[in-house]
């Protein structure tokens, strides 16, 4: 199973829908990401969290809203959804740790991805 | 403010040939994390390397090697003898800090390998 599952994998929805997307991880990590991808664009910040208790806003968060329900699980939002926001979107976590000797974490680690379709 | 610009929007190699892929980035920290990720045609991202800014070496890993040169702001990923598995997208990224918090990602290169 992976570390960080995204549901659903696949969501074609209409313009003015309410859409949530989920994001559950195994990896016991206390950051948690939203991102979107576009063609040509990369990876663009959409939120992230640090913890339970912290929300914070990316690039890009016009439009969506996020919910950190426990340590493991981020969803993100869509109140009403418009044709601009198909994109596809990826949940990621990161460790905590810090290093500059014995260096580990600081990487993100993805979800499989969500890819919305907004007609 | 961070950027990171890959220039070469698409590649096309034959197997076995090798292959370099070009990855630019500003940033006014001394202190900073550089990272390569691959997307497959199956869509996941793939981690393949995390660099600081105080490690200069290069780095290698089977097929993969990366080049981080400081003097001109460039983190570049080889990839020898190239195969079609290697076909994917590859995204260069950069963070000011080790927590992700401050991560910007490339608008990718698309490598196309052919047999």
């Known amino acids: 199973d992976a570390d960080v599952t995204q549901t659903p994998r696949n969501r074609i929805t209409k313009t003015g829908k309410r859409i949530m997307l989920e994001c559950s991880q195994t990896?016991?990590?206390?950051?948690m990401y939203w991102y979107r991808q576009d063609p040509g664009l990369g990876l663009r910040l959409i939120y992230y969290?640090?913890?339970?208790?912290?929300?914070n806003k990316g690039e890009i968060s016009d439009g969506y809203s996020v919910s950190r329900q426990a340590q493991a699980k981020f969803s993100l939002s869509l109140e009403s959804a418009i044709p601009n926001q198909t994109a596809l979107y990826f949940c990621?976590?990161?460790?905590?740790?810090?290093?500059?000797?014995?260096?580990?974490?600081?990487?993100?680690?993805f979800g499989e991805g969500s890819r919305l379709t907004v007609l | 403010a961070q950027k990171v610009t890959q220039a070469q929007t698409e590649i096309s190699v034959v197997e076995k040939e090798d292959v370099t892929l070009d990855c630019v980035y500003e940033t006014r920290d001394t202190t900073y994390y550089l990272f390569w990720y691959k997307q497959p045609p199956s869509g996941e991202l793939v981690f393949l390397i995390r660099?600081?800014?105080?490690?200069?070496q290069n780095e290698i890993s089977g097929r993969y090697s990366w080049n981080f040169q400081k003097s001109t702001s460039s983190f570049n990923f080889t990839i020898t003898a190239s195969q079609v598995v290697d076909s994917a997208v590859y995204f260069c990224a950069l963070s000011e800090d080790n927590y992700g918090q401050n991560f910007v990602f490339g608008p990718g290169t698309r490598l196309s390998v052919l047999p």
């Open positions: 990896k016991g990590h206390d950051r």
């Open positions: 660099r600081n800014s105080f490690d200069e």
């Open positions: 969290s640090f913890d339970v208790k912290d929300i």
């Open positions: 990621a976590t990161s460790d905590l740790r810090r290093g500059l000797a014995g260096e580990s974490g600081g990487e993100l680690f």
